[in-house]
Structure formats: structure tokens, C-alpha cells
């Protein structure tokens, strides 16, 4: 069974960081891209990040680039994502998930059940 557990959320002041973490279980970690998507209370779902299979190749939306680093450990088959100078817009619960193959663009076919990320202005 496959099993994504997000952790690392929590409530935090503007300016601050966060490291997300997500441990996976119940696939060949190594053999997928991963991903993480956000949802901001009363948004719709908003992509933020995904990183190729070995881990070599990463992907960002636009306004991610430059505070947010997404990295993988396949030895420990885990997945995070750090934050940086944190925003109030931050705001979200935020989801990792398993791309259906090697290539992150052919979409997510697992999701965690997220963690919820609170920033204070």
C-alpha cells in the first residue's frame, strides 16, 4: 500500500522558515518523480514543486523560484521541501505526492494527507 506522510507544518511568524518532510512507503521510491502541491484555505489546488526520480532535475511554479528547495533522499525514501522567508500567502496545507512515473508531467496518481502550514504576519 502506498503511504505518504507530510510533516514539518506548523505555525510560524513572516520571514521565517519551514522544512516539509514526507516519508514515503509502499513503492520503489527511486522509480518515481515526486512532487508537492498547496492548498491555501479556500483556494484551489496550486503546484509548487517536483523533482525528478534521481533527484538531478528540478521543476518550480514561477513564484516558488528562489525561497522554496525541494530535495529527495532515496536512501531514506524521503521527500522535502524547504521554505524560506515565509509569507503570510504561505498559507496553505501542502501535499506531497507521487508522480505516476519518472517524469513528474505525467501526473500524480498518490497524495499525503498534508500539513498545514500557518504564517502570522
Known amino acids: 500500500e502506498v503511504q505518504l506522510v507530510e510533516s514539518g507544518g506548523g505555525l510560524v511568524q513572516a520571514g521565517g522558515s519551514l522544512r516539509l518532510s514526507c516519508a514515503a512507503s509502499g513503492f520503489t521510491f527511486d522509480d518515481y518523480a515526486m512532487t508537492w502541491v498547496r492548498q491555501a484555505p479556500g483556494k484551489g489546488l496550486e503546484w509548487v514543486s517536483a523533482i525528478s526520480w534521481r533527484g538531478d532535475s528540478l521543476f518550480y511554479a514561477e513564484s516558488m523560484k528562489g525561497r522554496f528547495t525541494i530535495t529527495r533522499d532515496n536512501a531514506k525514501n524521503t521527500l522535502n521541501l524547504q521554505i524560506l522567508s515565509l509569507k503570510p500567502e504561505d498559507t496553505a496545507v501542502y501535499y506531497c505526492?507521487?508522480?505516476?512515473?519518472?517524469?513528474?508531467?505525467?501526473?500524480?496518481?498518490?497524495w499525503g494527507k498534508g500539513t498545514l502550514v500557518t504564517v502570522s504576519s
Open positions: 505526492a507521487k508522480s505516476r512515473s519518472i517524469h513528474f508531467a505525467d501526473g500524480m496518481d498518490y
